[in-house]
């Protein structure tokens, strides 16, 4: 049971433009949300987090949204850049918890 | 501050051989994890230690894979005897504890198995 969905395989984008990567969730005791960029041959990288007390959270060019009430999250990326170009993978976990439980990721193209 | 760091990158055995991971995780971080990454997918949980304690082994397969945690440091992952269906990527990560109880987990390069 997937408890973590990321429904797009797949994203392009121009080189400036926004990236909007989306992500689903079914457990409601999720309550901290994290964002991986991963490229080829290496392991995720942490890129960001939003705990479940926030709507909001923004680092640079990188913002999570997250609404609780659809139980989505989105990760924004302006402007978009070649170098963003890889897979990113959405996790959840819960306090009760220490496991984090992954989407099967987005592989985003960003044409310069 | 060093990284996650595992060994090897890359294994490829014949079926019914054993084979091991090594994961050294970072410094200070108490909980490690063992992921299953298969092609087009995101990683699966295999087992989390707390220091020494496996806390959450039971995604793990216990007929044919093992793990350790010595002295709450290292770790090593086993199988045997290993199957096709073991090819994967293998990864290690580690978090430690904050004061929210929330933190990240820091991933090592994985291993990539190929089982022929």
């Known amino acids: 049971d997937q408890q973590v969905k990321q429904n797009s395989p797949s994203l392009s984008v121009q080189e400036g433009r926004i990236s909007i990567l989306n992500c689903d969730y079914t457990?409601?005791?999720?309550?901290?949300f994290l964002w991986y960029k991963k490229y080829p041959a290496e392991g995720p990288t942490f890129l960001i987090s939003?705990?479940?007390?926030?709507d909001k959270n923004e680092d640079g060019r990188f913002t999570v949204f997250l609404n609780k009430s659809a139980k989505h999250l989105s990760l924004h990326i302006v402007p978009s850049q070649p170098g963003d170009s890889a897979v990113y993978f959405c996790?959840?976990?819960?306090?009760?918890?220490?496991?984090?439980?992954f989407g099967t990721g987005t592989s985003l193209t960003v044409i310069p | 501050e060093a990284g996650v760091v595992q060994s090897p990158r890359y294994k490829i055995i014949e079926k019914k051989q054993p084979v091991a991971f090594w994961c050294n995780p970072i410094s200070g971080h108490n909980t490690l994890y063992w992921y299953l990454q298969n092609l087009g997918q995101g990683p699966e949980l295999l087992i989390r230690y707390e220091n020494e304690e496996a806390v959450d082994d039971s995604q793990l397969p216990k007929d044919r894979f093992s793990a350790e945690r010595l002295k709450g440091v290292d770790s090593t992952l086993k199988i045997q005897p290993a199957e096709l269906g073991d090819s994967a990527v293998y990864l290690c990560?580690?978090?430690?504890?904050?004061?929210?109880?929330?933190?990240?987990?820091?991933f090592g390069q994985g291993t990539r198995l190929t089982v022929v």
């Open positions: 996790a959840a976990s819960a306090m009760s918890g220490n496991q984090f439980y």
């Open positions: 990560a580690s978090s430690s504890f904050s004061g929210t109880g929330h933190t990240e987990a820091f």
């Open positions: 457990n409601s005791m999720f309550d901290y």
């Open positions: 939003i705990s479940s007390i926030k």
